[in-house]
């Protein structure tokens, strides 16, 4: 995405659950998992539970890149077991 800080590092307030879910879909149409499992928890802490199912599809493939040491993988699947 080129940028210097992702932008779902920060808390995306105002932006609409919907955008959330796009943009979650869009990292993942282009294989960012990382950037699609942010996007989905963000929905879901807004009280999606679109956006729930979505990141907890992505679990098992984050879980592989966490295994091989992917810290932001690591992080959202802790994030995931945590519910």
């Known amino acids: 995405m080129g940028e210097a800080v992702p932008s779902w590092r920060a808390f995306p307030e105002g932006v609409p ?7 979650g879909d869009q990292a993942a149409e282009i294989g ?6 942010n996007w ?13 199912d979505k990141a907890r599809d ?6 592989v890149l966490a295994d091989q040491g992917d ?3 690591k992080v959202l699947v802790a994030g995931l077991l945590l519910e």
């Open 58 to 63: 992505l679990q098992s493939r984050l879980e």
């Open 17 to 23: 659950i919907r955008e959330l879910l796009e943009r």
């Open 32 to 37: 960012d998992l990382i950037s699609a499992g």
């Open 40 to 52: 989905y928890f963000h929905a879901k802490r807004w009280g999606s539970v679109e956006g729930r």
């Open 71 to 73: 810290l932001d993988a």
